[in-house]
């Protein structure tokens, strides 16, 4: 009885990885495709990264403080050309445009009065306040942040933060939120400044269409002998934009991690996940029934899950590394990070 039930479970599993696009990615980090300009200006990962924290006593690379980063505007053409040449086709509405007028992006007049942060930010949209928005930023590398939100809108304006105004305590105070596309693009400044040759290939062979993204990078440091050290980021983002996010695959990432000589060959490796559930507070506090004023154990729990910890925290081997397979749902942003022990303790 017990194999039965074992070999219907084991055909169901088939099947329904049969019904799932299977992909390889495969990255070269000596395959060296140019420079990748960081259009969000982020503080960079070079000066907060403390892969071998003797502070902590944990060899992990870490995420950068938590700084919002600002962006320019003026910039937009550059990155919509940027785009193009990464091969990503971004025809849909960027930032949020309510109109949804301006799907063309060869069309750069529109793009320009689109591209006004003052057009629409506040519009209520439920796809701003979950990991739709944050892959979505992923696939534009671009955000505005310059906006606080108000009830009962906290989570669903074009905001990075969702701002919770605590009028039930006296004097009224109030609490930020890390929203999901915060926490994106926070896996955005681990990205270095040199892009490297990723190459997916599906498994059947076929495109199957699936709207999964792939943008490898290194990091090499300025200077010798400081606390920087070469490092490689493979993000992989997978959106529909704002339509529905039903599409889901398997990927199989493999990497040739090859640091430079003169950088250390201990490597260390760490793996982030952004979805709808991990690194989501939306959703914790939409289940709670979206109280304006969210009690202190929901605080918690929200800022605990803006918080998600790694998915894997471990050393890697230089050479080729299957890094693993991975089920990947939209709205979702993945990140694998590898960074060469540094010659100095963090500063
Ligand atoms: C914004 O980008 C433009 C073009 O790349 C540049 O000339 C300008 O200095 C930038 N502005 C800021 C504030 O960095
Ligand atoms: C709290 O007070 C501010 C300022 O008076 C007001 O704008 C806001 O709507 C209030 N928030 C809630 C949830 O009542
Ligand atoms: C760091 O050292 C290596 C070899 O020791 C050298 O090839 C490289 O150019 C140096 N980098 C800088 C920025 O000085
Ligand atoms: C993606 O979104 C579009 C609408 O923008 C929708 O027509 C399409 O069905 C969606 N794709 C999937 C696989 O759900």
């Not at 003797?54 to 690379?61: D, V």
């Not at 799907?103 to 949209?125: H, N, R, Y």
């Amino acid at each position: 009885m017990k194999m039965r039930i074992l070999i219907v479970v084991c055909l169901f599993l088939t099947v329904l990885t049969d019904l799932v696009a299977g992909m390889q990615i495969h990255v070269r980090t000596s395959g060296t495709v140019g420079p990748l300009r960081h259009f969000w200006k982020s503080t960079g990962f070079r000066k907060y990264h403390e892969p071998y924290s003797g502070k902590t006593g944990l060899n992990a690379c870490s995420l950068p403080p938590l700084k919002p980063p600002v962006y320019n505007f003026t910039s937009l053409d550059s990155l919509i050309d940027l785009l193009y040449a990464n091969g990503l086709k971004p025809g849909f509405e960027l930032m949020g445009n309510p109109s949804g007028l301006f799907k063309d992006f060869e069309d750069k007049t529109s793009l320009m009065i689109e591209a006004d942060p003052l057009v629409g930010w506040s519009q209520d949209e439920e796809w701003r306040a979950d990991s739709t928005y944050a892959a979505i930023v992923a696939k534009l590398l671009s955000n505005d942040n310059a906006f606080l939100s108000w009830s009962p809108y906290q989570y669903t304006q074009r905001t990075l933060l969702a701002r919770f105004q605590m009028n039930n305590t006296s004097p009224p105070h109030t609490h930020f939120f890390q929203k999901p596309v915060y926490n994106g693009m926070e896996l955005l400044s681990l990205l270095g400044e040199i892009e490297v040759q990723s190459k997916i290939t599906y498994t059947n062979g076929e495109d199957l269409n699936t709207p999964l993204g792939v943008l490898a990078s290194t990091h090499t440091p300025v200077t010798n002998h400081t606390a920087d050290s070469w490092q490689t980021t493979v993000l992989m983002y997978m959106s529909n934009d704002t339509g529905p996010q039903t599409d889901k695959a398997y990927v199989y990432l493999s990497i040739d991690i090859e640091p430079p000589r003169w950088a250390s060959q201990e490597l260390h490796m760490v793996g982030w996940w952004l979805d709808n559930t991990l690194g989501n507070s939306y959703k914790l506090w939409d289940e709670a029934g979206r109280p304006p004023y969210p009690t202190l154990e929901l605080q918690h729990q929200m800022r605990t899950i803006s918080n998600s910890p790694p998915i894997f925290n471990q050393p890697v081997q230089p050479g080729n590394q299957f890094i693993g397979k991975f089920f990947i749902q939209e709205p979702s942003i993945v990140v694998v990070h590898v960074c060469s022990k540094p010659d100095a303790p963090p500063d």
